[in-house]
C-alpha cells in the first residue's frame, strides 16, 4: 500500500460527466489498497475566463490580485469531486494549497514551491480520506496567496508526489501521452513510450505544454515516475518520464515543438564597449526577465545591435525598464516584433549531427517559410517564424524527421 498522486487537467475535469470518469481512476488506486492524493485544475477554461474578467476591469496587471482571481477556479473543482465522492460513500476532503499550505516565494503569477507541510495530507491520509488538492497555487510567508504560472497544476502534483514520497505520480489528461508533436497539429505524430527527465524537459520547455516544465524538474530532483496518460482512455498505457538510460551518442530525435507567444526585441546602436552587453542583460536579469535567444552583431563599429526575444507576457514590462535605462545604455533605439513563433526540435546528439540543421532548414525552405533567428544546442535547434507559418512549419519538420528521412 503506497502513495499515489493522480492529476487531472482542465479538460478532463470540465462537466459533472467527466468528474464521474476522474472518480473511476481514483476508486480503481483505492480498490487497490493505494492512498491517493488527487490534485485537479480550474473546469474547462475557466481560467481564461478569469483572466478575461481581469481584463474587463483593467488592462493592467496587479500582480497580487491577479493570483488571488485565478486561483478561485481551482477551488470549485476540489469542492465539487470531493462532493461526488462523498456521494459515493468515499471519504475525500478538498484542500486549497493555503491549507496544506504549500508555501512559495512571493513570485506573483510565478511563484515556485519553497516547502509542503504534509502534516495535513498525512493525517487525513491515515484516517481514510482521499486527498483532494486544489492546483497550481500555494501561500507565501506572509499569506498571501500565489500561483505557479499557466499549466502550474502538473507542478502541485509532482512536488506533492516528490513530499509525500509518493510511488508515482499519474498526471491524466485529455491526451493519451506524450508524442512526436502535439496531436492537434500533425496527425501522423508517434507516441513516446519512455523519456528521459532530461529530453522531457526540453519538450516541455520548448512549448509542448503537455506537461508543466518545472514539474519535470521536480521529478528528475527527487526522481519520481511521472506517467502521462489519457483520462478518458481506459486501458491507455501512455508515456512514463523517467531516468532512462540513452546512449550518448545515438541520435534521437524525440519531437517537434512550438511556442507561439514569442516577442523580439532589437537594441539598436548600442555603443560598442566592453561590459555594455552585460548592463543590458544585468539590468534584464535584476528584473526577473528570462531572455531566450540572444544574437549580436560583430561589433566592427562604433556600435552593435543586439536582438533578443522574450515571453510575450513579458514584453510591456520589458520595453518600460528599456525605455527607462535607454540613456544609460546608451541605446539609439529600441524596436520590437510581436506575433512571432519559435519551432524547435529536440533529441539527444543533434549538436553532433550537422545534416539535422540542414534537414529542418530544407523543410522550412521547401514550405517557403522565412527564419527570423536561429539558436542550437547539445539537444535542440529553435527557429522563429512568424506567428503564421507556425503550424506548417512544425508539420513540414516533423515530416522531414519522422516520415521522410531515416533519423
Ligand atoms: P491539461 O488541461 O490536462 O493540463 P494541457 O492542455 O495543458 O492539458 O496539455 C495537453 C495538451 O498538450 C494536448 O491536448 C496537446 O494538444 C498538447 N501537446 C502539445 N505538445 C504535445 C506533445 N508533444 N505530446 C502530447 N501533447 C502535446
Ligand atoms: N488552471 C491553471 C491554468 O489553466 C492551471 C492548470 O491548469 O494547470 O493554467
Ligand atoms: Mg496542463
Redesign the pocket.
Known amino acids: 500500500m503506497g502513495i499515489i498522486v493522480q492529476?487531472?487537467?482542465?479538460?478532463?475535469v470540465a462537466t459533472l460527466e467527466k468528474l464521474e470518469k476522474v472518480s473511476e481512476h481514483i476508486i480503481e488506486e483505492i480498490n487497490k489498497k493505494n492512498q491517493v492524493v488527487v490534485v485537479v485544475?480550474a473546469q474547462g477554461k475557466t481560467t481564461d475566463r478569469l483572466i478575461a474578467e481581469e481584463k474587463e476591469v483593467t488592462k493592467k496587471v496587479y500582480p497580487r490580485e491577479h493570483d488571488v482571481l485565478v486561483s478561485v477556479g481551482e477551488q470549485i473543482t476540489i469542492a465539487k469531486l470531493a462532493m461526488l465522492l462523498k456521494s459515493k460513500n468515499y471519504n475525500a476532503v478538498s484542500l486549497c494549497g493555503w491549507q496544506i499550505p504549500i508555501l512559495t516565494d512571493s513570485n506573483y503569477t510565478n511563484s515556485r514551491i519553497r516547502y509542503i507541510h504534509n502534516e495535513t495530507i498525512n493525517e487525513y491520509l491515515r484516517t481514510g480520506n482521499i486527498v483532494i488538492v486544489a492546483g497550481f497555487q500555494g501561500i507565501d510567508e506572509n499569506g498571501n496567496i500565489t500561483t505557479f504560472g499557466r499549466?502550474g497544476?502538473?507542478t502541485t502534483a509532482v512536488a506533492l508526489a516528490a513530499s509525500l514520497d509518493a510511488e508515482r505520480c499519474d498526471?491524466?489528461?485529455?491526451?493519451d501521452?506524450?508524442?512526436?508533436?502535439?496531436?492537434?497539429?500533425v496527425d501522423t505524430?508517434k507516441k513516446?513510450k519512455t523519456i528521459s527527465y532530461e529530453e522531457m524537459l526540453e519538450?516541455s520547455s520548448m512549448?509542448?505544454?503537455?506537461?508543466?516544465n518545472r514539474c519535470v524538474e521536480i521529478g528528475k530532483k527527487y526522481n519520481i515516475p511521472i506517467y502521462?496518460k489519457s483520462?478518458f482512455e481506459r486501458k491507455s498505457l501512455g508515456t512514463l518520464v523517467t531516468n532512462k538510460e540513452s546512449f550518448l551518442e545515438d541520435l534521437t530525435i524525440n519531437?517537434v515543438?512550438k511556442d507561439d507567444y514569442i516577442s523580439r526585441i532589437t537594441i539598436v546602436g548600442l555603443e560598442n564597449k566592453i561590459g555594455k552587453t552585460y548592463q543590458l542583460f544585468k539590468l534584464l536579469s535584476e528584473n526577473s526577465i528570462n531572455v531566450d535567444i540572444i544574437v549580436q552583431s560583430f561589433g566592427e563599429h562604433i556600435t552593435k545591435d543586439i536582438a533578443f526575444t522574450v515571453k510575450m507576457n513579458d514584453l510591456a514590462r520589458t520595453l518600460e525598464i528599456l525605455e527607462e535605462n535607454k540613456e544609460k545604455l546608451s541605446a539609439k533605439e529600441i524596436l520590437h516584433s510581436e506575433n512571432l513563433s519559435k519551432v524547435s526540435i529536440i533529441g539527444v546528439g543533434i549538436a553532433n549531427k550537422p545534416g539535422v540543421a540542414a534537414s529542418m532548414f530544407e523543410a522550412l525552405y521547401e514550405n517557403n517559410i522565412n527564419m527570423h533567428m536561429v539558436t542550437t544546442s547539445e539537444i535542440k535547434i529553435s527557429v522563429l517564424v512568424d506567428v503564421n507559418d507556425s503550424d506548417l512549419a512544425v508539420k513540414a519538420i516533423h515530416q522531414k524527421f519522422f516520415e521522410t528521412e531515416n533519423y
Open positions: 492529476k487531472f487537467g482542465g479538460s478532463s485544475s499549466g497544476s502538473d498526471i491524466f489528461t485529455d491526451v501521452g506524450v508524442y512526436s508533436a502535439d496531436p492537434r497539429i505524430v513516446i519538450l512549448g509542448a505544454k503537455v506537461l508543466h502521462v483520462t519531437g515543438t
